[in-house]
């Protein structure tokens, strides 16, 4: 059984420029969920996909989008990155029927200069 | 809306001792979970034991068990024998029931001395 896999596992940018993260859920979860952790604090929630559709969202500005594909893998798009997106972003996937029960990826780690 | 609060920035216990890490949280649902992650340096966030809100027994794996107190809204963690790979960033966080959204506490970093 494959666990959760995030790329790239590092990411440098510069202000203003335009991210895509990456994320592969556990092998038969299809519900995938994504986090930011600032350092020294618990994650937050961004938002959840299910069937290819963003199913719930946390409070991000709508230039944090995403995408979910037939394979349940899932992309992080963040436009426009300020200093303050600097952080560790978390993917969690989880089965349908028990998606409070998430397995999280290694995370990628964004450093906006 | 659902809070997490972990009182505890820091941790400290001697290997083979017991600690206690704790956690209160606020909701005014009836359906949810808890849950404590670990986050060791590496970063990945582990699974370390879930609860559900409608079970009386408190959820034990290993040498991990909770103290599930409902009425008061705490959800302690006890790591028995502890061992210097328990060292970690430990996150108490709630789910509702089928909800791939949690809400998690800023942390306890425990520290595991020889």
């Known amino acids: 059984e494959t666990g959760v896999t995030q790329s790239p596992t590092h990411l440098i940018k510069t202000r203003g420029q335009q991210v895509t993260l990456r994320c592969s859920s556990q092998?038969?979860?299809?519900?995938v969920s994504w986090y930011q952790q600032a350092l020294g604090q618990g994650p937050q929630f961004i938002f959840q996909?299910?069937?290819?559709?963003?199913?719930g969202r946390g409070n991000f500005p709508p230039r944090f989008s995403g995408l979910q594909f037939p394979n349940y893998s899932s992309e992080l798009n963040v436009n426009a990155l300020e200093l303050d997106d600097s952080a560790l972003y978390l993917c969690?996937?989880?089965?349908?029927?028990?998606?409070?029960?998430?397995?999280f990826g290694p995370g990628t780690r964004l450093l906006v200069l | 809306a659902q809070t997490v609060t972990q009182s505890q920035p820091e941790m400290s216990v001697q290997e083979a001792e017991t600690v206690t890490l704790s956690c209160t949280y606020d909701?005014?649902?009836?359906?949810?979970?808890l849950f404590w992650y670990k986050q060791p340096p590496s970063r990945q966030m582990i699974l370390v034991i879930r609860q559900e809100a409608y079970k009386q027994q408190n959820a034990t794996e290993n040498r991990f068990s909770v103290n599930f107190q409902k009425a008061a809204k705490s959800f302690s963690l006890k790591i028995s024998d502890s061992q210097l790979g328990d060292a970690a960033m430990y996150f108490c966080a709630y789910a509702l029931t089928n909800a791939g959204k949690s809400t998690f506490g800023d942390g306890t970093t425990l520290t595991v001395k020889p």
């Open positions: 092998s038969g979860h299809n519900t």
């Open positions: 909701t005014s649902e009836s359906d949810y979970y």
């Open positions: 969690a996937s989880s089965l349908t029927g028990e998606r409070e029960t998430q397995y």
């Open positions: 996909y299910y069937r290819e559709e963003e199913n």
